[in-house]
Structures are given as C-alpha cells and as structure tokens.
T-cell receptor, first 113, second 113 residues
Framework: GNSVTQMEGPVTLSEEAFLTINCTYT??????LFWYVQYPGEGLQLLLK?????DKGSNKGFEATYRKETTSFHLEKGSVQVSDSAVYFC????????????FGAGTTVTVRA | EAQVTQNPRYLITVTGKKLTVTCSQN?????MSWYRQDPGLGLRQIYY???????DKGDVPEGYKVSRKEKRNFPLILESPSPNQTSLYFC????????????FGSGTQLSVL
C-alpha cells in the first residue's frame, strides 16, 4: 500500500535559518505529492504540490521537487520567519485509490525570533 | 467565503454517550472525508464520500458512522464513544473535477472520559 515517511520533529530554528524537512514515499502507481501546513488552532491547508516526476512545487518561499528516483519530496525554505511556525505534513494522492490522501506523521517547526 | 465548517470546536463527553460532529461545505464539492489526527500518527482517514448516498470506509472506520443525505453535509456519528476515540477530528472536501486539493475544516477536539 501507499505510505509516507517524514522526518520526526520537533524542529526549532532561528529566524532566517534554512529549513529542510525530509519526506519519502512508497506508492504502487504514480502519485501526486503534497505538502500541507497546519498553523496553530487551524485546519490543514495546501502549501504546495507536484503531480509528476521532476515537477517543483513552490509557494510562500517554500519549495519541493518530486524525485521519482529517490521517491522523495523534501520541503525547503531558505530563510524562515516566526510566522512559519506550524506543523507540516507530507502527503500523497493515488489516482488508482480514489485519490485518497495518505499523510505522513507531521513535523512540528518552531521558529524563534 | 468558501469554507468547510465543523461543529463543535471542542467537545468533552463520557463513554457510551452518543454524539454527532457536524460538517458542512458551501463549495458544492462531491467529495467529503473525515480524518482523525493523533500525535505521531499524522492524519488517518475514517470515512469518505464520493457523492450523495455514497460512503466508504477509510483506514480507521471502527466505532464511527457517517451519512451523506445532502451534498453539503457529512456528519460523523459516534454511537458509543470510548476513550480511545479521544482525538482531533477534521472534515475535508474536494471538487472531484478540479484536482486533488482538499479543503479542511478547523477541527473538533474530542475528549471521551
């Protein structure tokens, strides 16, 4: 079956530091890959996505590249801000399974001023 | 404003007392789903619905019921709650014709004593 593994947190950074959160996946077909973000007290919202190999998703300074050869979709941001403090979830969606989303366990990121 | 609305936001109950968590979306989405979020486990799907009167089990359906009598509403029913159902619950919806992005509600924190 499909599964997503992402690096465990929590991650604590200073403002302007570089952030990377590792995500690898296992899928039987050709999934789409996503990063969702959950700010404190809120529901999840889509941060970025990539639908095929070598696609790069980007939004709000975050980037992730769909790497089929390493089955990875690592999230990166060059200079984080306090407002980036949140829980980040890697996820995949498989067309062969009614586009069901499979989520990673989530990584809590705290950015300190 | 396009949104998914869940109620209540917080709920404390006792073992065995039936409860319903409501979910409503105003985007005319066909697809709706319930997830529970537990530390270290990420989001796990409970039930989903591809359209009115069509519901299917997700990964952790035991102890839950759902119904989809109208397109906009997808209530989650716990007939006899138990302490292991203490969790943070999210409802989500998606437009099946316009991609895989899920729209999430703000969550319901349920405590079963």
């Amino acid at each position: 079956g499909n599964s997503v593994t992402q690096m465990e947190g929590p991650v604590t950074l200073s403002e302007e530091a570089f952030l990377t959160i590792n995500c690898t996946y296992t899928a039987t077909g050709y999934p789409s890959l996503f990063w969702y973000v959950q700010y404190p007290g809120e529901g999840l919202q889509l941060l970025l996505k990539a639908t095929k190999a070598d696609d790069k998703g980007s939004n709000k300074g975050f980037e992730a590249t769909y790497r089929k050869e390493t089955t990875s979709f690592h999230l990166e941001k060059g200079s984080v801000q306090v407002s980036d403090s949140a829980v980040y979830f890697c996820a995949l969606s498989d067309r062969s399974n009614d586009y069901k989303l499979s989520f990673g366990a989530g990584t809590t990121v705290t950015v300190r001023a | 404003e396009a949104q998914v609305t869940q109620n209540p936001r917080y709920l404390i109950t006792v073992t065995g007392k039936k409860l319903t968590v409501t979910c409503s979306q105003n985007m005319n989405h066909e697809y709706m789903s319930w997830y529970r979020q537990d530390p270290g486990l990420g989001l796990r799907q409970i039930y989903y619905s591809m359209n009115v009167e069509v519901t299917d089990k997700g990964d952790v359906p035991e102890g839950y019921k759902v119904s989809r009598k109208e397109k906009r509403n997808f209530p989650l029913i716990l007939e006899s709650p138990s302490p292991n159902q203490t969790s943070l619950y999210f409802c989500a919806s998606r437009d099946l014709r316009r991609g895989e992005k899920l729209f999430f509600g703000s969550g319901t924190q349920l405590s079963v004593l």
